[in-house]
């Protein structure tokens, strides 16, 4: 079936490392990913997206692969900041409407 | 912020009653999409609405219906509530019915008790 996981439940950093954050994803078809960040009672914040005809795409402070290969994403979080301690879930998306498919989430905790 | 407004933010229902959600999307969206979200765990997609029409619906019973208007806000209805319903409901607007660039709500916190 499809599906859409993380390798890491937690992860811990101290503030300035720079963070990664995997998800593994089962379905080759899928053409479309995001990754989401989630604080404590909000909803989930669109942090950058990248389809399946890049292998690498960068914002502020993040960068996001995708390896079709061996279906892996990551997130990486440059100077990571105690602001940035959330839960961060991927997301796919494929198929002829727009259902996302989320993974379990990844907490990351930054300690100052 | 998003732009993408729900409400009411916290409700308490009884098992059995029904419940209505609200989302205005963000503007210049044209799809909204629902997710429930369960504590610990990621969103699930209950189903979108584009352009008024209902555009594929995740693994969730009848009982959860929902409706889209004109001006591209949309209602999340609930029949029956069960105890399992407790949960984050979430929504998501986009341009066009792929989800991309969707973004979300704050959520309305449904407790069923």
């Known amino acids: 079936g499809e599906s859409v996981g993380l390798h890491l439940p937690t992860l811990s950093v101290q503030e300035g490392d720079n963070s990664i954050i995997n998800c593994a994803y089962s379905n080759s078809a899928s053409d479309y990913f995001i990754w989401y960040k989630q604080e404590s009672g909000k909803g989930p914040q669109f942090i950058i997206d990248?389809?399946?005809?890049?292998d690498k795409r960068q914002g502020q402070r993040v960068t996001v692969l995708l390896n079709k290969t061996v279906k892996h994403l990551s997130l990486q979080i440059a100077a990571t900041q105690p602001g940035d301690s959330a839960v961060y879930f991927c997301?796919?998306?494929?198929?002829?409407?727009?259902?996302?498919?989320f993974g379990q989430g990844t907490i990351l905790t930054v300690h100052p | 912020e998003t732009g993408v407004t729900q409400s009411p933010t916290h409700l308490i229902k009884t098992r059995g009653q029904q419940v209505t959600l609200r989302c205005s999307s963000q503007?210049?969206?044209?799809?909204v999409s629902w997710y429930q979200q369960a504590l610990g765990q990621g969103p699930q997609f209950i189903f979108q609405?584009?352009?008024?029409?209902?555009?594929g619906r995740g693994n969730f019973p009848p009982r959860f219906s929902g409706l889209q208007f004109p001006n591209y806000s949309s209602e999340l209805n609930v029949n029956a509530l069960e105890l399992d319903d407790s949960a984050l409901y979430l929504c998501?607007?986009?341009?066009?019915?792929?989800?991309?660039?969707?973004?979300f709500g704050q959520g309305t916190r449904l407790t069923v008790v």
């Open positions: 990248i389809r399946s005809n890049m």
């Open positions: 998501a607007s986009s341009l066009g019915d792929r989800n991309t660039e969707a973004f």
């Open positions: 609405y584009y352009r008024e029409e209902e555009n």
């Open positions: 503007s210049g969206h044209n799809t």
């Open positions: 997301a796919e998306n494929k198929g002829s409407y727009g259902k996302l498919t």
